[in-house]
Nanobody, 114 residues
Framework: QVQLVESGGGLVQPGGSLRLSCAASGNSFSINIMGWYRQAPGKERELVAT??????TDYADSVKGRFTISRDNRKNTYLQMNSLKLEDTAVYYC?????????WGQGTQVTVSS
């Protein structure tokens, strides 16, 4: 089992920045991929960014050049979000893939508003 806890969400104006953090516990040594997904009201959950154990990253087209995912070990991952737009407003979820199972955090709200 893997437990994920996110932090760092909040309210920010358009053009601002936020940094999300995700800390894994439990059998975190077996985590291969960590990532961030988001779900806006009335929409399906969508991929934002992922990073694998080798450091390879992948981003949704909508956030390329603005968001940066990083990982400091098998346990923690971060999402630096710059140049935030109104459409980035959503609940952001941390995800981890361990032994072919998906684990999710509880989510953290990011609201971009003037």
């Amino acid at each position: 089992q893997v437990q994920l806890v996110e932090s760092g969400g909040g309210l920010v104006q358009p053009g601002g920045s936020l940094r999300l953090s995700c800390a894994a516990s439990g059998n975190s040594f077996s985590i291969n991929i960590m990532g961030w997904y988001r779900q806006a009201p009335g929409k399906e959950r969508e991929l934002v960014a992922t990073v694998n154990s080798g450091g390879r990253t992948d981003y949704a087209d909508s956030v390329k050049g603005r968001f940066t995912i990083s990982r400091d070990n098998r346990k923690n991952t971060y999402l630096q979000m710059n140049s935030l737009k109104l459409e980035d407003t959503a609940v952001y979820y941390c995800n981890a893939v361990s032994l072919l199972r998906n684990y999710w955090g509880q989510g953290t709200q990011v609201t971009v508003s003037s």
